[in-house]
């Protein structure tokens, strides 16, 4: 009887077993494989905790959330073989604190310093780091090493400037007129000091004449690589054919002053925009380049092959190559990311592990959230992780089908090679195109034909031609090299072009709430990295996300920090998007119509202006535009929303019937964005409420 009792109750757990693992899948996070995986989203859960919080956290959290994570893990190791569910929960727990401690303490060890508005030219003395271009105007970002005015200047400043024969480790001394970085344009919108802060750079602004050669002591080391750097994309863009020198410069050296902007935008506007900035896949072509020719060569040895493997000495060349392809090409935050993710696959294969695969995944995150957490914000980040762990996670299923499913001889490889990179090209474009529309607002429509048109010729001929060139450069060889990679570059080009004139090449998107990218990431979470149902629910959460963002939408009306008014106000042509000034904030509303998933131009119907000011109806709603206060009291009986574009005194604002936005108002918030309803306004927002208080908003101007 107890013997039958006992193969009862084992049976009952195997079935129980069984159920959670059809229940749960590979959620099964007693078994360490797993915990590898799910670790580094904890860690990244953990810090957006920090970085989403309104306001700055008592700094005594870093310690307290440290000693807590380390708790957690000893007390959930001591469970895990007998409740392996609370070794899960109490494993991730201690992961989530580390990550915000992590955060938190990253955060605050930034030694940035913000200029204050000089509102005159203040005299700057430092090296030209890095010279950019920005809509065909060049600025220069320098190392200070003394700024007028200041005791402790901040490590960087960035300002235009004609330069004229200097370059990239010169010392210089210029006038300039300097602000800090800038708040949002738009509530929600991009945070200029939010990178700034982490960059180090305390200012922006132009130079009101040339800058003059300086003598400047310090950074002997960095401004030797910058200048090399420098004279090398010089180089380039001097051997290189001229219509592609420039792309040519930025892939090898980083270096992307010498883009052409409408080269930029073409390649953009069809998906092929990721080729400028050297991410993961330049890295990968690279690295990879070195590795199977080095690997090559070695097996072409017989005794060498016999007696060694030739993958140990390849993988140590590769992480050799992709450690000066970092430091030449100005190891910026994106190639610092790839850098990372190609060493730990390299490191994979010297220690006779599995290279690609979702533990490796899993792991290079892990070593980017704890160097530098900001990243889980980054898109750059976002993306390459999501194509990664796609691509893993679909060609783990491409590896599952039958060898007679498989194509054989010359014919077969063509179309293997084809048919896989259609296929990567259509996971990797599917897992970035939410990420890529959350960030950017806007999708590449015919991305996946543009892919599939140019990427082979880049991935065969571009790069390898280009790490040929650098190869051989020092011995003045290069220039054949250069000649392959430029016509490599010139048929991307075509094809980027080409694709860009389709009709409808680039689709607008709205913009979603930060909510619903976090829920859209957890159940892409849970689709590429769990199994059984628990991959369903990832992606009926990914449904939910998608839902909620079709049925979100933009605010009605935008007021710039200048008091300009953009709406959709009611004229005879029916409801347009309309300013009350279309010479002033012009950036600011077209990056608000950019997040409002509109790619027009505002008009000016439905506004009527004067001398004194405008009006508009909007969704039962008069607003009105004061430039003086004059007329505030009769604009205030008759308007429901009334803009005045100079101060009001508190029994102003106190006998206003109208909601009443006045300069004041504008300058300590930002601009404003409103949500109208049935004739009244539902709910407003501004950019320092969107902000919160922060460290990197407390020592900004706020103008």
Not at 168 to 189: C, K, N
Not at 266 to 290: C, D, E, P
Not at 381 to 408: G, I, N, P, T, Y
């Amino acid at each position: 009887m107890r013997l039958n009792e006992a193969s009862l109750l084992k049976s009952a757990r195997v079935r129980l077993a069984g159920t959670r693992e059809q229940w749960l899948g590979s959620m099964d996070l007693n078994r360490p494989v797993r915990m590898a995986i799910w670790a580094p989203v904890a860690l990244g859960a953990g810090a957006l905790a920090y970085f989403a919080l309104p306001a700055e956290p008592p700094a005594i959290l870093i310690s307290a959330l440290a000693i807590i994570a380390v708790l957690g893990a000893i007390i959930g190791w001591k469970y895990a073989a007998a409740k392996p569910v609370l070794w899960s929960v109490l494993m991730l727990a201690a992961f989530a604190a580390f990550g915000f401690s992590r955060a938190q303490h990253h955060t605050l060890g930034q030694e940035t310093v913000f200029v204050t508005d000089s509102y005159r030219a203040l005299q700057v003395e430092g090296w030209i780091e890095a010279v950019q271009n920005s809509n065909g105007r060049e600025r220069i970002i320098v190392r200070v090493s003394s700024l007028e005015g200041m005791a402790r200047p901040p490590a960087r400043v960035r300002f235009y400037a004609r330069r004229g024969e200097l370059g990239p480790g010169d010392g210089i001394t210029a006038r300039v007129v300097l602000t800090p970085p800038r708040r949002p344009a738009v509530p929600g919108g991009y945070d200029p000091a939010f990178a700034a802060w982490f960059s180090g750079l305390g200012g922006t602004g132009y130079a009101i004449a040339p800058p003059e050669v300086a003598h400047v002591d310090g950074g002997s080391v960095l401004r030797q690589l910058a200048r090399w750097r420098w004279r090398m994309a010089e180089h380039i863009r001097e051997g290189a054919d001229p219509e592609t020198a420039g792309i040519a410069a930025a892939l090898l050296t980083g270096d992307r002053s010498g883009i052409p902007p409408d080269q930029a935008e073409a390649l953009r506007a069809t998906g092929l925009g990721h080729i400028l900035a050297i991410s993961g896949l330049h890295m990968s072509l690279f690295a990879g380049g070195l590795f199977f020719v080095v690997r090559a060569f070695g097996a072409s040895i017989p005794a060498f092959a016999r007696r060694y493997d030739p993958r140990v000495p390849a993988a140590i060349i590769a992480l050799i190559g992709a450690t000066l392809y970092l430091a030449l090409s100005g190891a910026s935050v994106s190639t610092q990311r790839a850098f990372v993710m190609v060493s730990v696959v390299l490191l994979g294969i010297l220690l006779k592990r599995r290279a690609i695969s979702m533990q490796s995944i899993a792991l290079a995150a892990a070593i980017i959230l704890v160097l530098q957490p900001q990243s889980v914000l980054s898109p750059g980040f976002q993306m390459s992780f999501a194509a990664a762990s796609a691509l893993v996670a679909a060609f783990d299923l491409w590896r599952r089908r039958d060898s007679h499913e498989r194509q054989k001889g010359a014919i077969g490889g063509f179309l293997g090679f084809w048919g896989t990179l259609s296929f990567s090209s259509l996971v990797a474009g599917s897992a970035t195109a939410a990420f890529a529309a959350f960030h950017f607002n806007r999708i590449a429509v015919y991305g996946l034909a543009a892919n599939l048109a140019a990427m082979p010729v880049f991935s065969l001929v571009v790069m390898p031609a280009g790490a040929l060139a650098l190869a051989l450069a020092p011995f003045g060889l290069d220039g054949p090299a250069l000649s392959v990679m430029s016509w490599g570059l010139i048929w991307v080009v075509r094809i980027a072009e080409w694709v860009a004139s389709w009709p409808g090449s680039l689709a607008p998107m709205a913009s979603a709430p930060g909510t619903v990218l976090v829920i859209y990431a957890l159940g892409f979470v849970l689709l590429v990295a769990a199994s059984g149902l628990a991959r369903r629910i990832g992606l009926l959460f990914m449904l939910v996300a998608y839902t909620g963002w079709g049925l979100s939408r933009p605010p009605d009306v935008f007021i710039s920090e200048e008091g300009v008014i953009l709406a959709r106000f009611d004229s005879e042509n029916g409801s347009e998007w309309a300013s009350t000034d279309r010479r002033r904030a012009r950036f600011a509303t077209s990056v608000f119509l950019e997040q409002a998933g509109e790619s027009v131009r505002p008009g000016r119907d439905g506004v009527v202006c004067d001398p004194r000011g405008c009006a508009g109806r909007t969704h039962d709603v008069l607003i009105v535009v004061s430039e003086s206060d004059e007329t505030l009291a009769e604009d205030c009986a008759v308007a429901d929303l009334v803009v005045l574009k100079t101060y009001a005194s508190p029994i102003q604002r106190a006998n206003c019937g109208a909601r009443l936005i006045e300069l004041g108002e504008l300058e300590a918030g930002g601009a404003r964005a409103l949500y109208l309803q049935s004739g009244q306004i539902q709910r407003e927002t501004d950019v320092e409420t969107r902000r919160g208080r922060r460290i990197w908003t407390s020592s900004d101007s706020g103008g």
